[in-house]
């Protein structure tokens, strides 16, 4: 069984997009642990987050900015 080191994020400093708006629909990450970035729903800030490794997130980033996910 693989066994997940998961961080503790009560202490993190979350951001969201600047792009983001008034609207608050947005997600927020943060930024300074090693190999994961969290990412987190910013209506629901109490709520769950996700972790994704730098690699993943790069791609994700790269996908987003060459417009694989318009509609």
Do not use: H, Q, Y
């Not at 693989?2 to 930024?31: H, M, Q, Y």
């Not at 990412?39 to 996908?63: E, Q």
């Amino acid at each position: 069984m693989l066994k997940v080191s998961v961080p503790d994020l009560s202490g993190v400093n979350w951001r969201k997009s600047s792009f983001s708006g008034e609207t608050g629909a947005c997600i927020e990450v943060s930024d300074g642990l090693p190999g994961v970035l969290p990412v987190r729903d910013s209506k629901d800030p109490a709520g769950p987050s996700l972790l994704f490794t730098a690699d993943a997130w790069s791609v994700f980033v790269a996908g987003v900015c060459a417009g694989e996910f318009d509609f």
